[in-house]
């Protein structure tokens, strides 16, 4: 069965705490990996697709990677702006996507 | 549009009555989905549109639920009956159809709330 696992549920930063958030998943045919912001009350909004192992994408203070079996989105230097719900999801050849849970980023001043 | 409308954007109704939500797609978006979010968990697939393909309804969870799409373009996914088990939030997506470099676009979202 295709599954998305995100982890941790929730993580708590101090302004200028870089970190990572993960996304583990089992698909059967991979076509994309996404990563989506979502705040409170709001749908979510587009951040990355990633396609294949060893790709890698950039935007501010957000970096994307991606393995066969996981990805990453990397935190540099957080602002209390970032805070948000980050939520990975995976496309598979039918292009039904499966969304993750969520991890919960809490960023202190 | 500029965005992807939802309407209500919030919904209270008794146990037992039936509720249509609204979806206006950006134009020109040919696939639209439906997805249910309960608090704490991820999106929950309901179904997904096409073009003048027939839809993918495999995630609509009972017979309770269905949707249409009137020419390729508004959306209304209506809930008979509603349970309390039905209260979510129930967000719309659209998007170019087979291409994954934007992602979904999403609506913010109805929130139903059955008491």
């Known amino acids: 069965e295709d599954q998305v696992t995100q982890s941790p549920e929730a993580l708590r930063l101090q302004e200028g705490e870089s970190s990572s958030l993960n996304c583990s998943y089992t698909v059967s045919g991979l076509r994309g990996l996404f990563w989506y912001r979502q705040d409170p009350g709001k749908g979510p909004e587009f951040l990355f697709t990633?396609?294949?192992a060893g790709e890698e994408k950039e935007k501010e203070r957000l970096k994307a990677t991606l393995t066969k079996k996981e990805s990453f989105l990397h935190i540099t230097a957080p602002k209390p702006e970032d805070s948000a719900t980050y939520l990975c999801?995976?496309?598979?050849?039918?292009?039904?996507?499966?969304f993750g849970a969520g991890t919960r980023l809490f960023v202190k001043a | 549009g500029a965005g992807v409308s939802q309407s209500p954007s919030n919904k209270v109704t008794e146990k037992g009555k039936d509720v249509e939500l609204r979806c206006d797609p950006i134009s020109g978006h040919t696939a639209l989905y439906w997805y249910r979010q309960s608090l704490g968990q991820g999106l929950e697939f309901l179904i997904y549109?096409?073009?003048?393909?027939?839809?993918?309804k495999s995630g609509l969870p009972s017979d309770r639920f269905s949707a249409e799409r009137t020419g390729g373009s508004v959306s209304t996914l209506t809930i008979q009956r509603t349970q309390q088990e039905d209260s979510a939030v129930y967000l719309c997506?659209?998007?170019?159809?087979?291409?994954?470099?934007?992602?979904?676009?999403f609506g913010s979202g109805t929130r139903l709330t059955v008491v």
């Open positions: 990633l396609y294949s």
């Open positions: 549109f096409q073009g003048n393909s027939a839809p993918d």
């Open positions: 999801a995976v496309t598979t050849g039918g292009f039904k996507t499966i």
């Open positions: 997506a659209s998007s170019l159809e087979g291409s994954l470099a934007y992602g979904y676009t």
